[in-house]
């Protein structure tokens, strides 16, 4: 009976893993290993995280000890860590990203007719070069892996597990643990600029992780306070063709009926909303956020009609 149930259980779980999440998981552990084996470690600079703690143990220990076995020995156990928490699919998701992420830093580093001991094949020991483009390209396979349910670093999961317990943000805690990884190299190399370096990494692979994960053309919420919802809801269904939302509300000091309108539209669109809602109502109150994602189709039609 426990047997059938445990079989029933991991059916199930199988099920929910996606193929094409493993695919681009795949690449995304590709791109990091780009990144880091022809960028970075080749003038000894560093990226964030488990993965910077990885390449300065491999720097500081015989050659037999490579990167992708510290990749995996620091990694793994984090994932596992963590996998009451995270759930069993991220889990298996970050730890099979980690492994294609070593996998691959193990034959661009010794099976691939590459140079990469002492300077980068691509950018030669231009520092500047080789840590934007570090950055970037490594930000693009952590964002993907991101996007696509996994992680490329363990340091997410200590993040998200401890920063809590000593009340801070995950941000701040990852933060907090990387400069004091810079600090740490700073000390053990006598040398602060390849850590100053190798900061301008971990800014250019936010950067990256960013836009891969939110995208350059983020959308735009409007939350429109009025007296007169109907003129502009219908002026704005009208003219963008897709849902608008509407929410009763009360002014607190004149306690007088309300109506809150939400709407969304891309960057593009704001100056045009801006003018239905200056025509319909000059006393209205509008304000304007930034949706870093969204679910549903109705925009997406829009964007491709403008």
Request: hydrophobic share 50%; aromatic share 12%; net charge positive.
């Amino acid at each position: 009976m426990k047997s059938n149930k445990f079989n029933k259980k991991l059916i199930c779980f199988l099920k929910k893993l996606n193929i094409m999440n493993f695919l681009f998981l795949f690449l995304a552990g590709i791109i990091n290993s780009i990144g880091i084996t022809l960028f970075l470690a080749p003038v000894e600079l560093y990226d964030s995280g488990i993965s910077g703690t990885s390449m300065l143990l491999w720097q500081l220990t015989p050659d037999k000890y490579t990167l992708s076995l510290f990749l995996i020995i620091l990694n793994v156990p984090l994932f596992l860590f963590g996998l009451k928490r995270q759930g069993a699919a991220f889990t298996v998701y970050s730890i099979f990203t980690v492994s294609v992420y070593s996998l691959f830093s193990y034959i661009i580093n010794y099976i691939l007719p590459i140079d990469n001991m002492s300077s980068s094949p691509l950018a030669g020991k231009d520092l500047l070069l080789c840590a934007i483009f570090g950055g970037i390209i490594s930000g693009i396979g952590s964002g993907l892996a991101i996007r696509f349910g996994g992680a490329m670093d363990g340091i997410e999961v200590l993040a998200v597990i401890f920063s809590k317990r000593i009340g801070i943000t995950v941000g701040t805690f990852v933060m907090i643990y990387n400069v004091i990884l810079y600090v740490v190299v700073g000390i053990i190399t006598k040398s602060y600029i390849l850590p100053l370096y190798s900061i301008i990494t971990y800014c250019a692979g936010i950067k990256a992780v960013d836009f891969i994960v939110e995208g350059l053309d983020k959308a735009k919420a409007a939350m429109i306070i009025t007296t007169n919802p109907d003129k502009i809801c219908s002026a704005l269904s009208d003219e963008f063709r897709h849902g608008v939302t509407k929410i009763d509300a009360k002014g607190y000091y004149e306690n007088q009926p309300l109506t809150a309108v939400y709407f969304v539209v891309n960057r593009f669109q704001i100056t045009k909303l801006k003018n239905i809602v200056k025509e319909n109502d000059k006393n209205a109150f509008v304000t304007i956020t930034e949706v870093s994602d969204f679910m549903g189709s109705s925009l997406k039609k829009d964007k491709l009609k403008k």
